[in-house]
């Protein structure tokens, strides 16, 4: 039940699902495309419970890959986007904007106090244990994701970016094998003659080309955007809830 519960969560499938689907994508097509005697078992194996069950702890392994990744990106980040935010220090926010979410944070959040500029100062750690606080209950608070689509939107938008970036190195990896035995295939069966090679053919080395450039396109950069926005969207419940 849990698995069919995940398969059809939105987050579940988009953040962690769709990442490591679109990487093997190339060697699907490139099996159904060099291999028409598979193509019958290749349909039959996706449609399959087997498929469905490869997918969904594929789809873990991902959220795993993915976690293990973010601690090290906020080592390097100096801590995670919502929490920066918060702080007086950064300069990412006006003034008054802080300032409004800090008061909502203080009048709601039960049992803290949000720092004044001049304790943060003097206790950084202390200050970021209060922001993170404050965050751990506002993203309680957010779970309703019909209330705030477009906060959820943005949860997937950084769930993805952050998986697809963990499976980077072995998406590389996997696909340019597929593109070299393609061509191994493709020089074996037609001698690298272009009039010969079908159009399915050239198809598959079209896929497996995108998706390596869309693999290199995903970089620390882009998680770290994706994180940022969707820090921001979440602080700005604070001035929608008031």
């Not at 005697?37 to 490869?54: E, M, N, P």
């Not at 996997?174 to 272009?194: C, G, Q």
């Not at 079209?206 to 693999?215: D, H, K, M, P, S």
Request: with cysteine; charged share 25%; hydrophobic share 45%.
């Amino acid at each position: 039940m849990d698995m069919l519960k995940d398969l059809f969560n939105p987050y579940e499938r988009q953040a962690r699902l769709y990442p490591v689907l679109i990487i093997f994508l190339p060697t699907f097509v490139s099996v159904y495309c060099l291999f028409e005697d598979f193509r019958d078992l290749l349909s039959a194996a996706i449609g399959s419970i087997f498929f469905v069950g490869i997918s969904y702890y594929l789809g873990k392994l991902s959220r795993e890959l993915g976690k293990k990744k973010q601690d090290k990106l906020i080592i390097i980040w100096d801590g995670m986007p919502s929490t920066r935010l918060l702080r007086h220090r950064d300069t990412t926010l006006d003034v008054f904007t802080k300032e409004r979410y800090h008061q909502y944070l203080n009048n709601h959040v039960p049992n803290i106090v949000m720092p004044k500029p001049r304790e943060e100062l003097d206790d950084p750690i202390k200050a970021d244990i209060v922001y993170e606080s404050a965050i751990r209950w506002l993203l309680k608070k957010t779970r309703d994701t019909q209330k705030y689509p477009l906060l959820f939107r943005d949860n997937i938008s950084y769930g993805f970016a952050r998986n697809f970036w963990a499976l980077k190195q072995w998406g590389l990896v996997i696909n340019l094998l597929v593109l070299v035995f393609t061509s191994a295939i493709v020089y074996e069966r037609y001698n690298f003659d272009l009039g010969l090679i079908p159009n399915v053919v050239w198809l598959s080395i079209a896929v497996t080309i995108l998706i390596i450039f869309f693999i290199l396109l995903i970089t620390k950069e882009t998680v770290h955007s994706k994180a940022k926005a969707y820090a921001r969207t979440l602080l700005e419940v604070c001035d929608e809830e008031e």
